[in-house]
């Protein structure tokens, strides 16, 4: 966005605020995992499926999108905004779950 704004990336005053952004984000998280909500057994699979779904949530994205978006009544943002993200996450899943039963089974060698 920041390219097509024409803004120039290496400048220092767009480095910081990208740096803030990011630090905003972590702090908000470390305090929802501090309450109750860190408790939630949802956390533990969207962690495990968290590695190979940003691998491949693109190339996911890209098989999908033409086949559902249109069919669903959805634009391409909005397809790989909710439907999309649910998706990429329990296709990484599934593949961090082999990926660890391939681990598993080299070890017993």
């Known amino acids: 966005m920041a390219l097509t704004?024409?803004?120039?990336?290496t400048h220092g005053f767009y480095l910081l605020?990208?740096?803030?952004?990011?630090l905003s984000w972590v702090l908000t998280w470390l305090g929802?995992?501090?309450?109750?909500?860190g408790g939630w057994r949802?956390?533990?699979p969207?962690?495990?499926?968290s590695f190979?779904?940003?691998l491949y949530h693109r190339p996911i994205w890209?098989?999908?999108v033409p086949?559902?978006?249109?069919?669903?009544?959805?634009?391409a943002v909005m397809f790989q905004f909710i439907p999309g993200t649910v998706i990429a996450l329990f296709a990484g899943y599934i593949m961090q779950r082999g990926y660890n039963a391939v681990l598993q089974a080299g070890r017993r060698f």
């Open 46 to 49: 969207i962690s495990i499926s």
């Open 62 to 64: 890209h098989v999908l």
């Open 67 to 75: 086949l559902l978006a249109d069919r669903m009544g959805l634009s």
């Open 17 to 22: 605020a990208v740096d803030f952004f990011i």
């Open 52 to 54: 190979f779904a940003y």
């Open 42 to 44: 949802i956390w533990p």
């Open 5 to 9: 704004a024409g803004l120039e990336v």
């Open 32 to 37: 929802i995992f501090r309450t109750r909500a």
